[in-house]
């Protein structure tokens, strides 16, 4: 937390940056860990995303605290995963496209069982980008936050049971969205 704080001159920013630190810590951690695995690797996103968020203190100020929630989570998401495209290109370029691939199995052949996971995990990146903000950022609260329904209300400010809803009216738009791509 101490680093990013060095960064910002002013007071005000910094006390707000703070603020949004504590109250945005485990949500941050735990999207960056759901993506990453890895600690070291989770603490630099974290910072590095804190860094770039106190450079807009000003915009930050002006959101609702469910579209604030959204937006962190969302850096951090995104931080996360460049980072990850950083590594894969770096190996692109030091052992070629093919030890990419097998490094993605694990092994030194696909299986088809993990090669059809693959690629409906590559449908899914390319498909989800297509949905509203609040269906990416439900589906993303409940799938890959992993929170719960009573969390997820607190947030969008809605009852549980009206998570259930939009959840299934966000599956659906996502599914809708697959079959199109397979048609």
């Keep these: 937390m101490v680093l990013f704080l060095a960064a910002i001159e002013d007071e005000d920013s910094r006390n707000f940056m703070v603020q ?15 993506i990453l695995h890895h600690q070291q690797d989770v603490e630099d996103v974290v910072q590095t ?4 968020l106190s450079k807009k203190v000003p915009l ?6 469910c579209t604030l929630h959204s937006y962190v989570v969302i850096s951090i998401r995104n931080t996360a995963i460049n980072l990850i495209r950083k590594r894969e290109r770096q190996q692109e370029l030091l052992y070629g496209d093919d030890n990419t ?9 696909m299986e088809d069982d993990q090669f059809m996971a693959f690629a409906r995990r590559d449908a899914l990146k390319q498909v989800i ?10 589906l993303e609260m409940k799938y890959i936050l992993e929170q ?3 969390e997820i209300a607190r947030v969008i400010q809605v ?3 009206g998570v259930r809803n939009l959840l299934t009216r966000a599956r659906r738009k996502l599914a809708n969205l697959l079959d199109e791509r397979e048609l």
Excluded at 21 to 34: C, D, I, S, W
Excluded at 49 to 52: D, K, V, W
Excluded at 101 to 109: F, K, M
Aim: aromatic content about 6%.
């Design 148 to 150: 719960s329904d009573a």
């Design 60 to 65: 930050l100020q002006t959101m609702d605290c």
């Design 129 to 138: 980008g297509k949905l509203p903000l609040r269906d990416r950022t439900l």
């Design 159 to 161: 009852k549980p049971n």
């Design 101 to 109: 691939l097998a490094g993605l199995t694990r092994g030194n052949t």
């Design 49 to 52: 995303t804190c860094l770039a």
């Design 20 to 34: 949004l630190y504590l109250e945005y810590e485990a949500p941050m951690f735990r999207t960056a860990m759901g």
